[in-house]
């Protein structure tokens, strides 16, 4: 029974986090423009490009659409960093594993411990 354990390998770990360091400038920013209000701002903004419409200095108006834009960024990634280590934190208790092959104590939920096992009780 013991080599069966080491032989059928599952992954249990816990992983909420919605970006990596490559997608979340662009998973950001297209969460951020399915927002109606955000495409208005920068519509507008825009516009005080166009000299026939133009109310004052254009890059004046990006201004404010652009410091929420970061703002809610710098919100998002906060969030998700304290996602990633809420789930380390999960990942690394102590718990007993039930298997058809063996039964572990102590293991940690973020290893390989059997094929099909539930968690019965954390330490």
Same mark, same amino acid.
């Given at each position: 029974p013991r080599r069966a354990c080491a032989q059928h390998l599952a992954d249990n770990r816990l992983n909420t986090t919605k970006y990596t360091l490559l997608s979340f400038l662009p998973k950001n920013l297209f969460e951020q423009f399915h927002r109606l209000a955000n495409v208005y701002f920068v519509f507008i903004a825009l516009l005080n490009f166009v000299p026939a419409v133009n109310a004052f200095q254009p890059g004046l108006a990006l201004a404010p659409v652009l410091f929420i834009l970061a703002v809610t960024a710098i919100k998002d990634?906060?969030?998700?960093?304290?996602?990633?280590?809420?789930?380390?934190?999960?990942? @690394? %208790? &102590?718990?007993?594993?039930?298997?058809?092959?063996?039964?572990?104590?102590?293991?940690?939920?973020?290893? @390989? %411990? &059997?094929?099909?096992?539930?968690v019965l009780d954390h330490e």
């Open positions: 990634l906060w969030e998700d960093y304290s996602r990633h280590r809420s789930d380390h934190e999960i990942n @690394h %208790l &102590g718990c007993l594993v039930f298997s058809r092959w063996c039964v572990q104590q102590g293991g940690v939920l973020g290893q @390989h %411990l &059997g094929v099909q096992y539930d």
